[in-house]
């Protein structure tokens, strides 16, 4: 057996059934030995998209996304994605193909130190140097990808290490993929719950694994049994994320903060700092330089932190807590900051919030459809217009671009769900090309694109710093057509230049069998920035 063929029955006993890749010369004995255990490979445009696909799969079933791409450029396009990934916490295990070990040092081709460059991106990074220990280096990979904190984790794979025989081993059992348990102390949970009891007015605060999407209704059970509101973080834009409305004002009045997995930096205004908050926090997390951070920049604020399993310390929070409405008042005055909405007034065209409106409509005939919103101003808008029990965000990296791909593999984990993503149109140049691969693919998705002509956030920050006369290279061509290159590309294409014929046009894009983009011709509008002052309140539930 070579050593593909044993990494390949690893991945099969991982439970691995998809593979996201972009192929090249040296992990092709590797496409080869994903034959016999029927593993699919799904080839992508871009290493990237790759990447991405493997992210909104881990997001969407749990389960390891696994990417696979080249060696040389070919990994190095995969770096930007693998970033965004960890700040999402998806448990992505990126494989990629190496020089031979046996010409280390002799100038190779497209030999390069892979280990050192992805280890910024990951939890770990290894180069897998015998044929025989390419299974166990799998497994140790999966356990790693989902232990604490998922993220995650990459394997470079030298080619003549793939090639090489070995003799054949035992099949690994599931044991050996499961991730190392994590003690969380029942002492650190009564200390979490009596400190709680000196706060009128306590936050909970918990970062993407624990939101409604992948933690269920988790988050909403821990706020009835502390008897405090709970809100996920995921946002690039923090405490300014349109989707959490005037939350920031609310953060500014509590006097106590828990951070249940979720790192106390820019995302909560460094623990409301920003906004002159003087709260005490109680931090729980698996990552001991989270704490070691937290204790540096808090300093006497940080009340007690204690290192934690993410999962196991909400639910013996469950556990712990007696419940009641004492702080009702206090959870209703959150819930209605978190409602606030601002209006974003037209002149005649088709506007953000609208279209989101149309999304939602759909959202609430179908509770299983996977909504997904990618980054921009279009992107801020419809996150905060919007709603779906699974939602893919771009997330707190910030990255743009990765809504198509994203479709691709959250269609493929889940294949009996619908799928509608949004992006602008600046983001709709990222991955263009994987139009294609929806289509050869056949991953049904309905991918609408906000069609301003222009790179809004950025001429956003252009008139408001620099002045309305200086902008500068953010204008898109205004004849571009994003249905039509869909459409050549083997999609279905929709144009929509009124707003009163979105519903029809979304309902029949929903109905076509095979991906689908509906071009959306909007007015321009920034992303909207809410306080209690500014906004009005909506009926959008917490």
């Excluded at 020089?99 to 991106?121: H, I, K, T, W, Y």
């Excluded at 619908?418 to 983001?427: E, K, N, P, S």
Aim: with cysteine; charged share 20%.
């Amino acid at each position: 057996m070579r050593g593909a063929d044993h990494l390949a029955n690893a991945m099969a006993s991982a439970g691995v059934d998809v593979v996201f890749s972009l192929s090249g010369n040296q992990i092709m004995p590797l496409y080869d030995a994903l034959i016999d255990p029927g593993i699919r490979i799904v080839h992508s445009r871009h290493e990237a998209a790759a990447v991405f696909m493997a992210d909104a799969y881990a997001q969407v079933c749990g389960r390891s996304g696994v990417a696979l791409v080249t060696a040389g450029p070919g990994f190095g396009n995969a770096l930007g994605a693998l970033y965004t990934a960890a700040m999402s916490e998806s448990p992505v295990i990126l494989l990629s193909g190496d020089s031979p070990v046996g010409l280390d040092g002799q100038g190779a081709f497209q030999e390069f130190p892979q280990e050192a460059a992805a280890l910024p991106f990951v939890k770990a990074s290894e180069r897998v140097r015998s044929a025989a220990d390419l299974p166990e280096a799998f497994a140790r990979a999966v356990r790693l990808a989902h232990a604490g904190r998922p993220g995650p984790v990459h394997l470079a794979l030298p080619a003549d290490v793939l090639t090489a025989e070995a003799a054949p081993s035992a099949p690994l059992s599931s044991d050996a993929f499961a991730p190392p348990w994590l003690a969380t102390d029942q002492g650190a949970i009564d200390t979490v719950v009596t400190q709680l009891a000196r706060f009128q007015r306590p936050l909970l605060l918990t970062g993407p694994c624990l939101g409604p999407s992948r933690g269920g209704d988790r988050l909403a059970r821990l706020a009835a049994a502390l008897d405090l509101p709970a809100v996920f973080l995921e946002s690039p834009r923090g405490l300014r994320d349109p989707a959490l409305g005037a939350f920031a004002d609310v953060l500014a009045e509590a006097d106590g903060l828990v951070f249940l997995g979720k790192a106390v930096d820019f995302m909560s205004g460094f623990a409301g700092a920003s906004k002159a908050s003087t709260a005490e926090v109680l931090l729980l997390d698996p990552d001991p330089a989270v704490l070691a951070q937290a204790r540096t920049a808090l300093g006497e604020r940080l009340l007690f932190a204690a290192q934690a399993d993410m999962t196991a310390a909400a639910d013996l929070l469950i556990s712990a807590g007696s419940g009641g409405n004492a702080r009702a008042g206090w959870r209703d005055e959150v819930a209605r900051a978190l409602a606030c909405r601002t209006e974003a007034q037209g002149s005649g065209g088709i506007l953000a919030q609208q279209v989101g409106a149309a999304v939602q409509a759909e959202l609430d005939k179908d509770g299983e459809t996977i909504l997904i919103c990618d980054g921009g101003e279009f992107g801020q808008w419809v996150q905060a217009t919007t709603r779906a029990a699974t939602r893919i965000i771009n997330g707190p990296s910030g990255a743009i671009g990765a809504a198509l791909p994203y479709a691709i593999g959250a269609k493929l984990a889940r294949p009996g769900a619908r799928v509608i993503a949004l992006m602008g149109d600046g983001t709709a140049g990222f991955h263009l090309a994987e139009f294609e691969t929806a289509a050869r693919e056949a991953t049904d998705c309905v991918v609408i694109v906000g069609n301003d002509a222009r790179w809004n956030a950025e001429q956003v920050i252009q008139i408001r710093d620099f002045g309305p006369e200086r902008k500068i290279g953010c204008d898109l061509n205004p004849d571009a057509r994003y249905d039509l290159a869909a459409a050549a590309l083997g999609c279905r294409g929709f144009h929509v230049t009124e707003a009163a014929d979105l519903a029809a046009v979304l309902a029949e894009a929903l109905a076509t069998e095979g991906p689908a983009c509906i071009d959306v011709a909007i007015e321009s509008r920034a992303a909207p920035t809410v306080t209690r002052k500014t906004a009005a309140a909506a009926e959008v539930p917490a």
